[in-house]
């Protein structure tokens, strides 16, 4: 699947909206992913995965950290993300399948917060951003 | 048989309760079809995150979808699925069912063995599709409450549509 211009400007907005708080963003997707997906808790068997859990928020901050940075290289998601993706085929090897449960949490997490937001053209982009971001990373797992 | 725990059915009337109340009367459709069309900061965003909105979401967010919909015109833009009165039309057909499901949660594949059959024999619509249904709608829900839809309320919902879906999906040979 192939970003658009429409695409990249609607992803591009949209976190140009959310600005300072993304690392809030990260932590709640994390923490409705934990609630809503059980089974995602089982490869943070290390964590406090309780309300408010500190890990979390630390998690959730990185998980942000990682997407803003996907968005400001959104010509080129491979290259800006191609350390994360050594490390999630060599190190994590989170199952692929758990990579839709979290872009839908995440756009959960935008509805609630900025609902406005949300056109259905632009969830449409949002998603597809998502999932390009999924593909990318368990692109090396095999 | 899905058990479903008393917090889970109030999480599920809860919302069902207040969206229905919007959802009836011609004067909701009315002002969400207005609202589609004239869109005003004044009037926010309730129009888009109306339940009924659902269907023409999936047409826009997965367009593969509208395979299924070729007799229904129009679909040419997201203008287009979401003025489109046969789009609408059948948007409140599947939240009706939806509504009659949550009425019988302890018998779904009961309430679902004849829709299942006619997704399958007739329409040919592949399950993965309402699964994709179920998210659109959860995020709609999620955009109409706001920062009522807490993770437990999610979490649950989330469990309706996947329910909900493998119900639709059970006929199926």
Known sequence: MVLSAADKSNVKAVFSKIGGHADEYGADALERMFVTYPQTKTYFPHFDLGKGSAQVKGHGKKVAGALVEAVNHIDDLAGALSKLSDLHAQKLRVDPVNFKLLGQCFLVTVATRNPSLLTPEVHASLDKFLCAVGTVLTAKYR | ?173
């Open chain 2, 1 to 173: 048989m899905v058990h479903w725990s008393a917090e889970e059915k109030q999480l599920i009337a809860g919302i069902w309760g207040r969206v229905s109340v919007e959802e009836c009367g011609a004067e909701a459709l009315a002002r969400w079809v207005q609202l589609q069309t004239c869109p005003s900061p004044a009037r926010g965003h309730w129009g888009s995150f109306h339940l009924s909105a659902s269907l023409p979401r999936l047409l826009i967010v997965y367009p593969w979808t509208q395979r299924f919909f070729a007799s229904f015109g129009n679909l040419s833009s997201p203008t287009a699925i979401i003025g489109n009165p046969k789009v609408r039309a059948h948007g409140k057909k599947v939240l009706t069912s939806f509504g009659e499901a949550i009425k019988n949660l302890d018998n779904l594949k009961g309430t679902y063995s004849k829709l299942s059959e006619l997704h399958c024999e007739k329409l040919h619509v592949d399950p993965e599709n309402f699964r994709l249904l179920g998210d659109i709608l959860v995020i709609v829900l999620a955009a109409h409450f706001t920062k009522d839809f807490t993770p437990a309320c999610q979490a649950t919902w989330q469990k309706l549509v996947g329910v909900v879906a493998h119900a639709l999906a059970r006929k199926y040979h």
